[in-house]
């Protein structure tokens, strides 16, 4: 079997990804000091983020839908230039040394928006350019340059800041997406013909490709829970480790064992293939119930670094291997609208953990909301086992997945659409592959994302 980087047009995507994943891992640190420095105001910032999640979320499933219809290539490029223009108008703002908050918000709206139509691309194009028996591996590669820059990207980012500047760091990740850009030109990606329809329709119709899969639904439930729990302990969880588990120390190393067990995870995801992989997928994301219990009894630093180093090794498995699998269990026409639920539930989640943690800690104290948040993640994601779909699912040997209800094609004669039934059999074409996320986000889960700028399953 090739090794997915010995294709052209893979070895392209590969490197154009990781060129942006690094670039995007040093502007969390520089977006927080600059527009601190600015203004000295946690809320500014807070309008900043908001200002990006906020059309993401809405804009995704649409984002999907264009995806589907047009070529992801393209889609993807074009996000990547509206990205690099809004990163460097933000880095050209900074370096002019009186930075307006309005256009660090509005830089950070359009940079929130082309986000939300570059994410469903990220499974297409990894579909579109290998093979299916290479789809795991090549996954694998994505989720180790994503997590391998989350590693190294606060170091780069603070050598930067310190040396040039916050400005710098903005205009480095518009560099990387201007390059990002210009490497996605030269791919080349099978093209998949989709019907024409209706936005709504189109929507109507991956919906119906996710509600007709038990497996992938119910997962997608437990992983919108997993995040909702990651962002409960990333909330109160620095408070814990600093007042009861020895300091700012604890909780450094505890970011950065969970950066080296996402690594981990992605490394092993490369080369070992479960035979039920989203059941025991699912099974170790409900070991992250294990460092909430731990840092809700404030159990002693080593046992809950070591706790949340397994669990993330886990989330860094999940991530590829789930793309793999919904890239054989899905036809290609709907991978990106399916890509676009699944981080809609997954990141929708995040916003609500964070929102609702330092609520329940100031009514009930930290250990409640954290302890709750480790039995919800423990009864979604070890719960899914209880689905037949996802006890049942495997490998197929010949993955021809058929989609949810009969494609409609276009009559060359009266360019009317049709059903396969006017038709005769022979000119149906067979469905093909599917996408995740968490994997890393997307531009990065794909990695996700994970999957997201913060870590994330599913």
């Known amino acids: 079997m090739a090794h997915p980087l010995r294709d052209h047009s893979f070895r392209l995507l590969f490197l154009g990804r990781t060129i942006s994943a690094l670039g995007d891992a040093v502007v969390p640190a520089a977006l927080a000091l600059a527009v601190l420095r600015a203004t000295g105001s946690t809320g500014a910032l807070a309008v900043v983020l908001a200002a990006a999640v906020i059309p993401r979320l809405v804009l995704l499933p649409f ?54 139509f570059a994410i469903p691309t990220a499974s297409p194009l990894v579909a579109g350019t290998v093979e299916s028996a290479n789809r795991q591996r090549a996954n694998a590669l994505m989720g180790i340059t994503a997590n391998t820059s989350r590693l190294a990207g ?71 829970v997993w995040n909702g729990a990651a962002a409960v302990l990333m909330t109160l969880g620095p408070a814990v480790a600093i007042d009861r588990l020895g300091g700012e120390t604890t909780w450094v190393l505890l970011l950065q064992a969970g950066a080296i067990g996402m690594l981990t995870g992605s490394l092993l995801a490369g080369r070992v293939r479960l035979h039920r992989p989203v059941l025991l997928a699912n099974l170790g994301l409900a070991c992250y119930a294990a460092p909430l219990f731990l840092l809700a009894v404030a159990a002693p630093a080593p046992a809950v670094i070591v706790a949340y180093a397994v669990a993330l090794t886990a989330l860094g498995y999940l991530n590829p291997v789930w793309e793999t699998v919904v890239q054989h269990h899905f036809p290609p026409e709907v991978l990106a609208r399916v890509t676009s639920y699944d981080w809609l539930v997954s990141l929708g989640a995040m916003p609500l953990g964070y929102a609702l943690a330092p609520l329940a800690a100031d009514a009930f104290g930290a250990p409640v909301p954290l302890a709750v948040a480790g039995l919800l993640v423990l009864a979604s994601c070890a719960g899914t086992a209880l689905v037949p779909g996802v ?28 059903t396969p039934t006017s038709r005769p059999p022979t000119t149906e074409a067979p469905g093909m592959a599917g996408s995740l996320r968490p994997m890393w986000s997307v531009s990065r889960r794909r990695g996700s994302s994970r999957r997201s700028h913060a870590t994330t399953a599913g």
Do not use: N, Y
């Open 391 to 418: 006890r049942r699912l495997t490998w197929p040997a010949t993955p021809q997945p058929q989609p949810a209800e009969p494609p409609l094609f276009v009559d060359p004669i009266d360019r009317r659409c049709a």
């Open 63 to 116: 984002g999907g839908v264009v995806a589907d219809r047009f070529d992801a290539r393209r889609v993807a490029l074009l996000a990547d230039l509206v990205r690099c223009a809004t990163q460097l108008a933000v880095g050209v703002e900074l370096l002019g040394g009186d930075p307006s908050l309005t256009t660090v918000v509005v830089a950070s709206a359009l940079g929130g928006t082309a986000s939300a």
């Open 154 to 224: 606060p170091a780069l980012a603070g050598a930067l800041i310190w040396a040039a500047g916050p400005g710098w760091a903005f205009i480095l990740d518009g560099a990387s997406f201007a390059l990002s850009a210009a490497l996605l030109a030269l791919v080349r990606v099978r093209h998949v013909p989709v019907p024409r329809r209706s936005v709504l329709a189109d929507l109507r119709h991956g919906f119906g490709e996710v509600r007709a899969r038990d497996w992938f639904w119910t997962s997608l439930l437990g992983h919108g």
